[in-house]
């Protein structure tokens, strides 16, 4: 398998264009589907996962392509109401399918994602709001069967602001008949975007982003033309980059209203930012000073930045706690310590003891932001770091290396060089 080689320490100078959003991108090319018609998607990041909800929908009858800038998704000839286990099982998000094929077709069976690197991840939230909708589910062979004459619109309070159910809940109501009221939805940017998506297809969806949805069903969706917003998860894992090898970096094609959480982190540790339209600067003159930081739903910090951040902290001035309350993201810890990272983890929080200097080591990526994670740490650190595991990084960032190299980085791709055809092939996963 290929590993990422880093000779460090690096110190990262130049600019950097931040990709389209890939949780954005796999609601919305399932969302494309919603029509039977084609939809041309702007902006797609092209990742392992994104391959992989194209593989899934190719699956179930859709035809979808690249050309160009843009991702074609036509919904036309959806046919299969069946999700394979071999493809669902790698891509938690695999389960958006379910919302589209029970309001396309009336009937869904979808595989259980079942558990993953970051521990248990149940989708109950999912089934509740399904048959809320008046879905008649049954649990079979760990498969989810889901079958409806029709949809009806209905009130529904969404545990914890869920994202995933946030979306599949308005792919699935949003052609059932009458009003469906989200309580408490996600508010992430990226299910603005969906819902921006939907609307330009045809649906009524209203307070995406706020306390309340409100989705006015519609009889059919028809195809459109969608730019996928940047991606706040990439951007932030590039200005954690800048700011643990002390270096000063521009992004470009942000939205800095996205980061607001993760910038005034960044601020407090001891960044100068610069924003300015559609851009921001990251500087880092000199050594970061320990911050505390909790995750959250949108607005709160964001937990897919936690571990980026966690590697930033582990040579930051001062001891920083940090507290983990959405998925269990503290299993690469022990990567880092191999490092020299002075961590210590009780349940959801882990005390990050700053260290003066890391060393490379091999270490092994155990899911994707964990990969990011210690590609920062191995552009910080003394020496050589391979690390392993590199497919998981590639799920979720578009030409990773690439953009490092270009700001300065001495990273390099050693192992099997495959397309990402030829991995999703070999690769056995499960991730958010
Ligand atoms: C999405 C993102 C992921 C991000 C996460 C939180 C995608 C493809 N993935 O994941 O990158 O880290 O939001 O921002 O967009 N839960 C249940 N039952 C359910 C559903 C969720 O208990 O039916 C729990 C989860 O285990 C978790 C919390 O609710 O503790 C929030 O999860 P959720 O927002 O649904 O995350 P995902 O949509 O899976």
Known sequence: MAKLVISGPNKLEGEVLISGAKNSALAIIVAAAMAPEESVLINVPRNLDVFFMTKILEELGVKVWFDGDG????GSTLSSHQVPYNLARRMRASFYVAGLLLARLGVAEVPLPGGCALGSRPVDYHIKGFQNLGAQISIEHGYMKAQAASLSGCKNYINRSSVGTTVNLMLAASTAEGTTILENPAKEPEVVDLAICLNSMGARIRGAGTDVIR????????????????DRIEAGTYALAAAITQGRVL???????????PLLKLEEAGAIISEGPNELEIAVPQRMQAVDLETAAYPGFPTDLQQPFMAMLTLAEGTSVIRETIFDRFRFVDELRRMGADLKVERDTAIVRGVS??????????????????????????????VGGVEMIDRGYER?????RALGAKISREG?????????????YLCP
């Open 71 to 74: 991702l074609h998704v036509d």
């Open 215 to 230: 989705i006015d069903g519609v009889k059919r969706l028809r195809g459109t033309e969608h730019t996928i917003i940047p």
């Open 251 to 261: 992004l470009r094609n942000v939205v800095t209203d996205h980061l607001r959480a």
């Open 357 to 386: 200097g890391l060393t490379g080591a091999p270490v092994e990526a155990t899911d994707l932001r964990a990969g990011a994670a210690l590609v920062l740490a191995g552009m910080a650190a003394e020496g050589t770091t391979e």
């Open 400 to 404: 990773l290396e690439e953009k490092l």
């Open 416 to 428: 099997d060089e495959k397309d990402p055809e030829e991995l999703a092939r070999e690769l056995d």
